[in-house]
Nanobody, 120 residues
Framework: QVQLVESGGGLVQAGGSLRLSCAAS????????MGWYRQAPGKQRELVAI???????NYADSVKGRFTISRDTAKNTVNLQMNSLKPEDTAVYYC??????????????WGQGTQVTVSS
């Protein structure tokens, strides 16, 4: 199993910045993707940003140009730099990682979630 531990959430005013970090307890044999999702009250969980195994990235349209996802392969971490935060970014943010942990053994992990609150 791979455990994910998130950090960096908190309360910030609109226009401010936060940096989320997610550390994996072990390395995947073959990592497919690591990314960040969020879930606001009364809404479905949605993809925020993802970095694919080869290093390419994808972002939700709502965060393009404001958020940046990065990965440190040596440290098994993925980070999300969030700038120009808006009240609508308020949500619980979840780290996700998926891939093969052994030959023919697919695994997907979720972090426990970290609250991000943006005040107007």
């Amino acid at each position: 199993q791979v455990q994910l531990v998130e950090s960096g959430g908190g309360l910030v005013q609109a226009g401010g910045s936060l940096r989320l970090s997610c550390a994996a307890s072990r390395r995947f044999l073959s990592l497919n993707a690591m990314g960040w999702y969020r879930q606001a009250p009364g809404k479905q969980r949605e993809l925020v940003a993802i970095i694919i195994g080869g290093g390419s990235t994808n972002y939700a349209d709502s965060v393009k140009g404001r958020f940046t996802i990065s990965r440190d392969t040596a440290k098994n971490t993925v980070n999300l730099q969030m700038n120009s935060l808006k009240p609508e970014d308020t949500a619980v943010y979840y780290c996700n990682a998926k891939g093969f942990v052994a030959l023919s053994q697919w695994h997907e992990s979720w972090g426990q979630g970290t609250q991000v609150t943006v005040s107007s």
